[in-house]
Each structure stands twice: as C-alpha cells, then as structure tokens.
Nanobody
Framework: QVQLVESGGGLVQAGGSLRLSCAASGRTFSANVMGWFRQAPGKEREFVAAITWSAGRIYYADSVKGRFTISRDNANNTAYLTVYLQMNSLKSEDTAVYYC????????????????WGQGTQVTVSS
C-alpha cells in the first residue's frame, strides 16, 4: 500500500500561484509514476501532470503547459516521497479538487490505470 496526502490548496485570485504537495509513504518503492489529476463539479476527473520516478520523465496536459510544473523530492529517504505541483498564472477554469495518485505501472495520463489516490485538496481561483 501507498498512502498519499495532499496539501497546499486554497483560494487564490486569477493570475496568482499555489504550490500543492503530495506526501507519499508506505511501499513507495512500488510507485513507478506519480501524477496529479483534478475534478471540477459536474466534470470527469482529468489528467494534469505526471512524473516517472526513476527516469524523471514528465508529462503535462495541454491546458496547463507553461503554467504548471511538477517536481519530486526523495533525496534523503526513499521511504517517503514528495511530489509538488507548482501552479502559476491560475485561471478560473483551474478551479477543482486536485488529487495526487501513484501508479505501479507505466501509464502516466490514464486515471483508471493508477493504483493509489489521495483524498484531494480544493483549489479555487476567483476571477
């Protein structure tokens, strides 16, 4: 099992920035890909960004390219991993619950392929 806890959400004005964190613990060595997804009211969960743990390969949804940056940190302790999502130039359409997820397999962008999910953190962008 991998436990994921997100933090850093909140209310921000359009054009502002937020940094989300995802603390992963447990059998983190089994996580091949770490991703961020979001779900707005009445909409399906959608891919935002992902990073492969070993190679550091990064993927972004077109809607966030150039504005969001995903990064990782496990320099000191392989049992605890942290993944960040730096969100700049936020827009009202970025408003959603943001979820951190871990995938033991290779898929980066398909939510249904991910094995573990956090509880989510609300991001609200006011216009």
């Amino acid at each position: 099992q991998v436990q994921l806890v997100e933090s850093g959400g909140g209310l921000v004005q359009a054009g502002g920035s937020l940094r989300l964190s995802c603390a992963a613990s447990g059998r983190t060595f089994s996580a091949n890909v770490m991703g961020w997804f979001r779900q707005a009211p009445g909409k399906e969960r959608e891919f935002v960004a992902a990073i492969t743990w070993s190679a550091g390969r990064i993927y972004y949804a077109d809607s966030v390219k150039g504005r969001f940056t995903i990064s990782r940190d496990n320099a000191n302790n392989t049992a605890y991993l942290t993944v960040y999502l730096q969100m700049n130039s936020l827009k009202s359409e970025d408003t959603a619950v943001y979820y951190c997820a871990a995938n033991r397999g290779p898929s980066a962008t398909s939510a249904r392929q991910y094995d573990y999910w956090g509880q989510g953190t609300q991001v609200t962008v006011s216009s």
